[in-house]
């Protein structure tokens, strides 16, 4: 049986448009046709790609520090073992080593385009992923975070002008908008954006879709404002053919979800409709048991994130130059104990690893301080955080993103330059 695509109606989802998309929306009365719509491409500022690692990846392996012998004290059977050896370590710098499932990333690594960081993450005590997500989303630590409800992407939106038209400013990929983006207006949900339409049987739908104008035309802000910016934006994205979407340069997207959000990223990027920040989530990467870095589930995860960045780089690496208005941010809650456990696994630990690619990207690079693995200098058995995310959050977005206004994006935090953009 074929299903009408279905558009959850959430008027909270919409609360947060700005009223100059209401403008827009309400002056289109012919619902927006496929037109040029003024977006990043005319500016200096980038559409930032959110790409949270949900379950705490094990930056350990994703990136192995193979030069510190003491991984393989603590991690005798799951250690990515030094380049040249079977499986071995490919090797980065001369110290660190992306483990083999990674190596789709090679040539953007090569090329200057993507550096990682390590022995990274929020220095906060709490092993959880509920809050450590929630904290890392939201932009603050435990010590910060009273009364904050807004994540440091819609705080970002917030304080700067939109880069487009405004009526589509962030989009999470996802079935509810994440919590990086909660609070900045004209931010939606759409978990597929070829198929965002109003649910129901098509020979009622135009009927339907009237009758919803004219009540929400009459009603004031915000409800009239959320319903009126839900058909624009259906209409918006509706001039994109994501379903004929050809990459650039031959890219190969991987057959996933995951995989199917970068191309409607890449899509949605190069439409230039002005969007500012994107959210594209891979999630299942809590692995207590049976790591598998080599061959198994651990492996599989990172051979699926490494061959959708690395189609993604390959995609917008294009005529036009859309890379050099794109910056990714890959990055997870927490990482892992340093030490093995009897399940050939991996606890929730602390320090981690993030990825960052993109045209104006110091790649080429890991980005440490590196703490070392010796016993005295683990916390708590974890590796230690000598970097705070937040640092190279507030330099992408203060040097790719026009924010100005770092202090109310990090409430609490002064960040440190790391060097992390040209």
Same mark, same amino acid.
Request: aromatic content about 8%.
């Given at each position: ?69 003491? %991984? ?9 073992q030094p380049p040249g050896n ?21 040539p953007a690594y090569q090329a200057?385009? *993507? ?53 589509? =400013? ?27 339409? $109003? ?8 009927? =339907? ?17 959320? !319903? ?44 230039? $409709?002005?969007?500012?920040? /994107?959210?594209?989530? %891979? ?24 061959? !959708? ?6 995609? *917008? ?5 859309? @890379?050099? =208005? ?9 990482? =892992? ?6 399940? +050939? ?27 070392? @693995? ?9 590796? +230690?955080?000598? /970097? ?8 992408? *977005? ?7 206004? %770092? ?16």
């Amino acid at each position: 049986m074929t299903h009408a695509p279905r558009f959850e109606f959430d008027r909270r989802r919409f609360l947060g448009t700005s009223a100059a998309g209401a403008a827009a929306a309400i002056a289109t009365q012919a619902w927006l046709p496929r037109v040029s719509w003024a977006g990043t491409a005319g500016t200096s500022r980038d559409t930032i790609v959110i790409v949270f690692l949900r379950g705490g990846s094990d930056g350990l392996t994703m990136c192995a520090p193979y030069a510190d012998l003491n %991984l393989y004290t603590l991690r005798p059977t799951l250690a990515i073992q030094p380049p040249g050896n079977p499986n071995g370590a490919l090797d980065l710098d001369g110290f660190f080593g992306f483990a083999p499932a990674m190596a789709p990333l090679m040539p953007a690594y090569q090329a200057g385009n *993507l550096a990682v960081v390590h022995a990274t993450g929020l220095m906060d005590p709490s092993r959880s992923h509920f809050d450590m997500q929630r904290l890392m989303e939201f932009g603050v630590s435990s010590a910060t975070s009273g009364g904050i409800s807004t994540g440091w992407a819609g705080r970002t939106m917030q304080t700067i002008a939109p880069a487009g038209s405004g009526l589509l =400013r962030g989009m999470a990929i996802e079935n509810s908008v994440s919590r990086s983006l909660a609070g900045g207006p004209a931010c939606v949900a759409v978990p597929d954006p070829a198929n965002f339409a $109003l649910a129901g049987q098509a020979n009622t739908a135009l009927g =339907r879709r009237a009758a919803l104008t004219t009540m929400h035309t009459a009603e004031p802000f915000p409800l009239g404002t959320a !319903g009126l910016n839900a058909f624009a934006t259906i209409d918006l994205l509706a001039t994109i053919d994501f379903v004929n979407y050809v990459p650039a340069n031959g890219a190969v997207y991987p057959t996933t979800s995951f995989g199917r959000k970068l191309e409607s990223a890449a899509a949605l990027i190069k439409a230039d $409709l002005g969007i500012e920040f /994107i959210e594209a989530d %891979l999630g299942g990467w809590d692995q207590h048991n049976q790591l598998g870095p080599i061959t198994g589930t651990m492996a599989n995860l990172m051979d699926e994130l490494a061959r !959708g960045l690395a189609a993604f780089h390959s995609d *917008l690496s294009d005529v036009a130059g859309t @890379l050099g =208005r794109v910056t990714v941010v890959c990055m997870s809650e927490f990482g =892992r104990r340093a030490q093995e456990n009897g399940s +050939a696994g991996t606890d929730h630990g602390h320090g981690n690893c993030l990825l960052v690619l993109g045209g104006h990207v110091a790649g080429g690079q890991v980005i440490s301080s590196w703490p070392t @693995l010796a016993p005295a200098s683990l916390d708590s058995g974890d590796l +230690a955080i000598t /970097i705070d995310y937040r640092d190279i959050l507030a330099e992408i *977005l203060t040097d790719r993103a026009a924010c100005t206004s %770092l202090a109310t994006v990090f409430p609490g935090f002064v960040p440190t330059d790391r060097g992390i953009t040209t």
